[in-house]
């Protein structure tokens, strides 16, 4: 079972900043937060990951609070193209792989 | 550098009859993993191979299923005697290491009639 709970859905205006939470309450210490996407149906795009700092990359930043239970996904300018389901994702890596428990994400949509 | 690369991307197979799916890594990656996306469902993780090596099959069907990754060539990604309930999108991911992140292809989608 996925290890993340996330709204099923969210809104936001085109141009706004879109914020996605994440409860990871359950999270250790050597699990990483992962964030993809998956735009209608195409093959899931990744994101971010972090671990416990604070990331930021071209397409977005990464909030992790301080005892990690818990993660925000900004999306700094939203723009139509990212209407999109969301995954937050905790991932183990161990010998015998890194594989990705998927929830049901958060669909977002950019309206006009 | 071209992602990764995943063939037929559609796919129409009669009751009984054996699906090959293929998927060619990213170049450096030497690690694959497959994952299903049944019509209205999240996507499940199916099995993880590294070259000519499986290492996690824990999410495939006991039956019917099987995966391979040789030496040479793209992973292989088997369905023997498909049933209807097999229609679903398929995606392959690939990383350089077991650390690192995966990167997804565009899927096949798998149709039994």
């Known amino acids: 079972d996925a290890k993340t709970t996330q709204p099923p859905s969210m809104d936001c205006a085109e141009g706004r900043a879109a914020n996605l939470p994440c409860n990871h309450s359950t999270i250790s210490g050597n699990e990483y937060v992962y964030w993809y996407r998956q735009i209608h149906s195409q093959g899931p795009q990744y994101i971010i990951h972090?671990?416990?700092n604070n990331e930021t990359n071209e397409m977005a930043s990464l909030i992790i609070t301080e005892d990690r239970k818990s993660s925000t996904l900004i999306l700094p300018h939203a723009t139509l193209r990212d209407t999109a389901v969301y995954y937050c994702?905790?991932?183990?890596?161990?010998?015998?792989?890194?594989?990705?428990?998927f929830g049901q994400g958060t669909e977002l949509s950019v309206k006009p | 550098n071209a992602g990764v690369m995943q063939n037929p991307r559609h796919l129409v197979r009669r009751r009984g009859q054996e699906a090959r799916l293929r998927c060619s890594p990213m170049k450096g990656h030497s690690h694959v993993y497959w994952y299903r996306q049944l019509p209205e469902e999240g996507l499940k993780f199916m099995v993880y191979?590294?070259?000519?090596?499986?290492?996690?099959e824990s999410g495939m069907p006991k039956e019917r299923f099987s995966a391979e990754f040789p030496k040479e060539g793209p992973s292989i990604l088997r369905i023997q005697q498909v049933v209807r309930g097999d229609s679903a999108a398929y995606f392959c991911a690939s990383s350089p290491t077991t650390q690192e992140t995966q990167y997804f292809g565009p899927g096949t989608r798998l149709l039994v009639l």
């Open positions: 191979l590294q070259k000519e090596n499986i290492i996690d």
């Open positions: 972090g671990l416990k």
């Open positions: 994702i905790v991932r183990v890596v161990s010998n015998q792989g890194g594989k990705l428990i």
